[in-house]
């Protein structure tokens, strides 16, 4: 496959999307007030250039406003998708980080302690 080809492939793949407007300062400073992180340097210059809405990208716009309230849960659900991701290879697969100490036999008690480490550690977010 031809260079140029594999990139059509991969872009193929991308969730169909549009670029409104991007975000003002004060609404960057609302979705990291209501969310409870801070957008890094480069993520929160691409939301200001401009913001991806559709499939797949939180549309934090949408979501200060809370119509409709889904967009809101939808948002809020992102950010949980981490942990969420965790919690199920820790309950159906092998999954434990090796930094959480050994990994306790009781599901209950690994899953606790995953919890624990992920709400001390630096928000993933989604752009």
Request: hydrophobic share 45%; aromatic share 8%; proline share 12%.
């Amino acid at each position: 496959m031809a260079e140029g080809q594999q990139h059509i492939a991969i872009a193929s793949r991308l969730p169909v999307s549009e670029i409104a407007p991007g975000l003002s300062e004060p609404e960057v400073k609302d979705v990291q007030s209501r969310f409870s992180f801070a957008f890094p340097p480069d993520p929160r210059a691409m939301l200001v250039a401009g913001l991806p809405v559709g499939n797949r990208w939180p549309n934090w716009r949408a979501a200060l406003a809370g119509e409709p309230a889904a967009k809101l849960e939808y948002a809020r659900e992102r950010l949980g998708w981490p942990l969420d991701g965790m919690l199920f290879d820790i309950r159906h697969n092998t999954f434990w980080d090796p930094q959480c100490g050994p990994r306790p036999a009781e599901l209950s008690a690994a899953m606790a302690i995953a919890t624990a480490a992920v709400r001390v550690a630096p928000v993933l977010i989604p752009i």
